[in-house]
Antibody
Framework: QITLKESGPTLVKPTQTLTLTCTFS??????????VGWIRQPPGKALEWLAL???????RYSPSLKSRLTITKDTSKNQVVLTMTNMNPVDTATYYC????????????WGQGTMVTVSS | SYVLTQPPSVSVAPGQTARITCGGN??????VHWYQQKPGQAPVLVVY???DRPSGIPERFSGSNSGNTATLTISRVEAGDEADYYC?????????????FGTGTKVTVL
């Protein structure tokens, strides 16, 4: 059974850097085809894809946020970490990590999400 | 970048059929995935690769994709289908290959 869980601060100040950790079980990020992504959702708004890392270390980023994002993996710890620099109140959102289907580009299992508020 | 447009809302009576559209330039050439999200919950994948269903998703959920429009169809709508629905694709048509979500549609069961 695949599970994912996000963790990190609930409150960050403007200009700070956000670091979120996705801890997962039920699969290995060293298995060919596996990917873990990050998606966020501001209150009352639509889903927005942020980043994804593949089993082979390949990374993809949202074009609009690429300069602020870094995604990394620790295969031994079953974790994926997302950092977002220069946080702004508009970055207030629920942040989800999700498992990508082995074949194709859908996210089949999602974490419960973690709410991050950006405020001074 | 690639844009996916959905109607903000769709209303349907119980037992009837709901159709949710997702518009994008030549979306028929891409694989479309659909998610259901109920209030306070994480999204759930209900259709992938245009028309396949994950295990545990009722056959009432089906999908199609052609031309510039993909459609999620919910047959015999139930009260429990009331939720927000999002389409999603992988856009590899530009230098910035990336995932894209639609604008979302709120389905209300009357």
């Amino acid at each position: 059974q695949i599970t994912l869980k996000e963790s990190g601060p609930t409150l960050v100040k403007p200009t700070q850097t956000l670091t979120l950790t996705c801890t997962f079980s039920g699969f290995s990020l060293s298995t060919s085809g596996v990917g873990v992504g990050w998606i966020r959702q501001p209150p009352g708004k639509a889903l927005e894809w942020l980043a994804l890392i593949y089993w082979n270390g390949d990374k993809r980023y949202s074009p609009s946020l690429k300069s602020r994002l870094t995604i990394t993996k620790d295969t031994s710890k079953n974790q994926v970490v997302l950092t977002m620099t220069n946080m702004n109140p508009v970055d207030t959102a629920t942040y989800y990590c999700a498992h990508k289907l082995l074949r194709g580009f859908a996210f089949d299992i999602w974490g419960q999400g973690t709410m991050v508020t950006v405020s001074s | 970048s690639y844009v996916l447009t959905q109607p903000p809302s769709v209303s349907v009576a119980p037992g009837q059929t709901a159709r949710i559209t997702c518009g994008g330039n030549n979306i028929g050439s891409k694989s479309v995935h659909w998610y259901q999200q109920k209030p306070g919950q994480a999204p759930v994948l209900v259709v992938y690769d245009d028309s396949d269903r994950p295990s545990g998703i009722p056959e009432r959920f089906s999908g199609s994709n052609s031309g510039n429009t993909a459609t999620l169809t919910i047959s015999r709508v139930e009260a429990g289908d009331e939720a927000d629905y999002y389409c999603q694709v992988w856009d590899s048509s530009s230098d910035h290959r990336h995932y894209v979500f639609g604008t979302g549609t709120k389905v209300t069961v009357l």
